[in-house]
């Protein structure tokens, strides 16, 4: 490591060093608790390659995760359909799909040339075992005795070609709550006569960076202009907040960039970051992909096959701060934007500083540091920033529910990922 970052990080340094050995005992005794040890679950849409799963009739979701136990486990999946609200509607599995029940995960690869040694699985879904055959939200389940018990759950879309949906956003101000600064309109228009004839059985759902805990729900339209449907309510309208602060050790033994130092001890990887920029007094441009990420391993210039190929490393974060009153958690695509004990920072009184590890596949990541008081909602602001000028993904989901249908219909979709003006 550089002579600057140990005389800057040094006392952090010994901290984390200390810590390795329970670390790494801590991520063996889970393992062997439980069975699996699932991490780095992906869903994503190949044509976009990004972690937005929404996908129509035709199209194809792939699925991806590696299980730390690095045995040769048969996974079992089946699919759940939810309403507009990620709720059970009810509905039995022969009205919303056809095929099995459930079907197999069987395809597999071992991690080659890695220090951790896990098993990759991938699923390409729908396939010939299963295929939905109504549009809405669905959960893709995924367990190996019973779907009551899963290991994991993730949630995806499937959207019928029923309506165009463009969304537009802008700057606005609102004295009685300065962190609401970004404003979205919505609007649809139907590829038939019959959505304007049952406006009142159309709702929208509004979500920003694929991040379930920003959102507006159940939304109806406003007015209507012509064939077209708008949602102009005053109340669509969220905080900006900053542009995601990142980390990229693709290069998982050199530190570069954020990367304030690495080590290889006794066949475990260490990423130390740098303390990020935080609480700025004025907006700070800087490229992400919306909370998203993705696992990469390069070598020497060399492009490795990242699924299995990938090696794991332990992520030190750190903040630089006084002691706060609340929790506060490293958040992500990567992690669902779920807070939970294992990604949440605390406080190191010796450095004045809030530092978190968690063990990651080596890659590009996304993340930003979340705020919560109590039983309160997360804050994604407070730490990172709150400006209008930041980039963010709005996502309009339009469902329509006429009279006799008994489940929620995805019938458009529609994003904005361009910078406000």
């Known amino acids: 490591m550089h002579p600057l970052v140990l005389q800057q990080f040094g006392s952090i340094f010994v901290i984390f060093v200390q810590m ?23 869903l994503f849409n190949p044509q976009t390659n990004d972690e937005t799963p929404v996908i129509g009739f035709n199209d194809r979701l792939i699925l991806r995760f590696d299980d730390l136990s690095n045995s040769s486990t048969i996974f079992r999946y089946t699919i759940k359909h939810l309403d507009r609200n990620w709720e059970d509607d009810g509905l039995f599995f022969t009205e919303y799909a056809t095929g099995s029940l459930n079907g197999l995960i069987d395809q597999f690869q071992y991690s080659f040339n890695t ?22 939200n669905f959960e893709l389940i995924v367990y190996q005795d019973s779907a009551a018990k899963p290991f994991f759950t993730k949630r995806f879309s499937v959207v019928e070609d029923g309506a165009e949906v463009g ?6 101000s609102d004295a009685r709550n300065p962190m609401i600064n970004q404003r979205v309109e919505v609007q649809a228009v139907g590829k038939g006569s019959g959505l304007i004839q049952n406006i009142n059985s159309v709702s929208l759902n509004l979500i920003q960076n694929n991040n379930h805990n920003v ?16 949602f102009q309510q005053m109340t669509l309208a969220f905080p900006g907040n900053m542009e995601f602060y990142y980390l990229d050790n693709k290069i998982i033994n050199q530190p570069v960039d954020m990367i304030a130092g690495v080590e290889h001890i006794e066949g475990t990887n260490y990423t130390y970051l740098y303390p990020v920029w935080a609480f700025p007094q004025n907006y700070q441009y800087q490229p992400d992909v919306n909370g998203a990420f993705y696992f990469r391993r390069n070598d020497l210039g060399i ?32 992690n ?50 709150n400006f209008w000028q930041t980039e963010n993904l709005y996502q309009a989901y339009l469902y329509y529910t006429p009279f006799g249908r008994n489940y929620d219909g995805l019938l458009g979709y529609g994003e904005f990922r361009t910078p406000v003006r």
């Open 215 to 230: 959102a507006a729900y159940n939304q109806r339209p406003t007015s209507t202009l012509g064939n077209r449907i708008l």
């Open 303 to 334: 492009e490795r096959a990242a699924d299995n190929e990938a090696d794991y490393s332990w992520v030190h974060f750190a903040l630089e701060s006084e002691k706060m009153d609340k929790e506060l958690y490293v958040l992500g695509g990567f």
């Open 167 to 172: 969304v537009n956003v802008s700057r606005t």
């Open 20 to 42: 390795k050995s329970l670390s790494f005992f801590f991520i063996l005794l889970c393992s062997l608790i439980s069975g699996q040890e699932i991490r780095s679950i992906q």
């Open 115 to 136: 220090f951790q040694k896990y098993t990759n699985y991938t699923l390409t879904f729908p396939n010939d075992k299963i295929q939905p055959k109504i549009s809405g």
């Open 336 to 385: 669902d934007f779920i807070p939970a004990k294992e990604n949440q920072m605390f406080y190191d009184e010796k450095e004045k500083m809030y530092v978190a590890k968690i063990y990651l596949k080596q890659g590009f990541y996304n993340y930003v540091l979340a705020t919560k008081h109590g039983g309160g909602a997360l804050n994604f602001g407070e730490i990172n920033g």
